[in-house]
């Protein structure tokens, strides 16, 4: 059985056992739910849908992201296999990871 001090720390929003968030309509198949006092499908999806500027932000830090790591793991081969002493059989299992 759950602990009520533990249940009670939980926003009503996001507590299961909160019957009163979930509404179902008996009469008809929809369910309406309420989520931080969005009370329309437009509004929701509007919450749920990132903005323009936040997508091509993200776009260019994981293309940021993903250069640096093409260039590190490059780096990393050529190092090893440009330089005898480096040829040892943990640095070979390196270069088989960065590749």
Do not use: H, W
């Amino acid at each position: 059985m759950a602990d009520t001090r533990t249940l009670s720390l939980l926003p009503t929003t996001l507590n299961p056992l909160n019957s009163n968030k979930f509404l179902t309509n008996s009469s008809s198949t929809t369910t309406t739910a309420t989520l931080n006092g969005t009370n329309s499908v437009a509004e929701l999806t509007k919450t749920l849908v990132p903005e323009k500027y936040q997508v091509i932000l993200l776009s260019f830090a994981y293309g940021i992201i993903s250069l640096l790591a093409v260039l590190g793991n490059t780096c990393i081969i050529y190092i090893v296999l440009r330089n005898r002493r480096m040829r040892s059989v943990t640095n070979y299992f390196i270069c088989n990871l960065a590749l």
